[in-house]
């Protein structure tokens, strides 16, 4: 079990086209894999990231926080150290991103927003709002 999260901050006129594309990614994954050197590519930035972000106390704080609300533990004895964190990400292979992929069903998945959207705007969308989440959800 875990959270996978998508976010993407546009402009109002981009809100259907992004849902579009990002359905469109997904369901590329899910079907033909990563590309080449991909994965690599992505633990080596989230590693990076994570130690970038956690150059302060209050980083390191939110850190654990952010761990406990994913994953709860009973106390801090148990929460995963940095290493474990690192080591996680080292352990994801590709046959796991396609499993996790496979799983994927948008039409169970949630949609939060923030900002005015208009249904049926298309004014400078592609397509109305209305039209994109039907096929999403």
């Known amino acids: 079990t875990g959270v996978l999260m998508i976010s993407a901050g546009i402009g109002n006129q981009y809100f259907s086209d992004t849902l579009n594309?990002?359905?469109?990614?997904?369901?590329?994954?899910?079907?033909?894999?990563?590309?080449?050197?991909?994965?690599?590519?992505?633990?080596?930035?989230?590693?990076?990231?994570?130690?970038?972000?956690?150059?302060?106390?209050?980083?390191?704080?939110?850190?654990?926080?952010?761990?406990?609300?994913?994953?709860?533990?009973a106390s801090l004895d148990t929460m995963p150290s940095l290493d474990r964190v690192i080591a996680s990400i080292d352990r994801v292979s590709e046959s796991d991103i396609l499993a996790l992929a496979g799983e994927l069903i948008l039409s169970k998945a949630g949609l939060s927003v923030i900002g005015p959207v208009d249904p049926t705007n298309s004014q400078h969308d592609s397509q109305p709002t209305e039209t994109v989440l039907a096929k999403l959800w």
């Open 21 to 73: 594309v990002i359905r469109d990614l997904l369901n590329d994954l899910a079907t033909n894999g990563l590309e080449s050197g991909e994965l690599q590519k992505i633990k080596q930035y989230l590693k990076g990231s994570i130690a970038i972000n956690l150059e302060t106390s209050t980083s390191w704080m939110m850190f654990l926080a952010k761990m406990s609300f994913y994953q709860p533990v």
